[in-house]
């Protein structure tokens, strides 16, 4: 359980920074949420998309191996960190 509170915590500032940056002039480079920011704004997609992962991961938890929730975490890890990095950069 611990591992999916970090993976949610990530989630957050992953959402933090991508609204950061796309506010200074940044763009959605994930081509689904991109399309569907465009349908149905960009914060209703960003935290809509994260809602419904994160649920649907919480309702299989218990099937999930430690290595699939390392992995998780990791990804978003490196797309915090590249996040940061466009922030810097606009």
């Known amino acids: 359980m611990i591992l999916f509170i970090i993976l949610v915590a990530l989630n957050v500032v992953d ?3 991508t609204l950061r940056v796309l506010k200074q002039g940044g763009r959605e480079l994930n081509p689904v949420m991109a399309w569907a920011m465009k349908q149905i704004g960009v914060t209703e997609a960003l935290i809509g998309f ?10 299989v938890l218990p099937q999930v191996p430690d290595w699939a ?7 978003y890890t490196l797309v915090i960190g590249h996040n940061a990095r466009q922030l810097r950069k606009v």
């Open 69 to 75: 929730l390392w992995g998780l975490l990791a990804i």
């Open 50 to 59: 994260k809602l419904v992962m994160l649920g649907a991961l919480l309702m």
């Open 15 to 17: 959402a933090y920074l």
